[in-house]
């Protein structure tokens, strides 16, 4: 279970930070990865950031690299996306993802990711 939280309306060049309550299973694979997907209206759900737990390998969307930052905080169980220098094209319903283990590569890939939390809507405005 997946329980996104943080969202809310921040003005162009402010800073948002979104949290993911994973349950203790989800988050238990070393070998899998955590991530944030973000979808805005009329547009298709698209990949913001991963990370892969056991490695810390993480990933980023072009459009949020050098802004956005996820880290995971292994003791809370929570995944976190710190979001700065927020502009308009940012605002969309962001979502939590988990894949399950992922053992052949140790780097998440967008197509990993089977379980979704139910949002968080951001809007930059």
């Known amino acids: 279970q997946l329980v996104e939280s943080g969202g809310g309306l921040v003005q162009p060049g402010g800073s948002l930070r979104l949290s993911c309550a994973a349950s203790?299973?989800?988050?238990?694979?070393?070998?899998?990865?955590m991530g944030w997907f973000r979808q805005a209206p009329g547009k298709e759900r698209e990949g913001v950031a991963s990370i892969y737990i056991g490695t810390r390998n993480i990933q980023y969307a072009e459009s949020v690299k050098g802004r956005f930052t996820i880290s995971q905080d292994g003791r809370e169980n929570t995944v976190l996306l710190q979001m700065n220098s927020v502009n308009p094209e940012d605002t969309a319903m962001y979502y939590c993802?988990?894949?399950?283990?992922?053992?052949?590569?140790?780097?998440?890939?967008?197509?990993?990711?089977?379980?979704w939390g139910r949002g968080t809507q951001v809007t930059v405005s």
């Open positions: 993802a988990s894949s399950g283990p992922v053992t052949s590569r140790r780097y998440c890939d967008w197509d990993d990711f089977v379980s």
């Open positions: 203790r299973y989800t988050y238990s694979y070393s070998s899998g990865c």
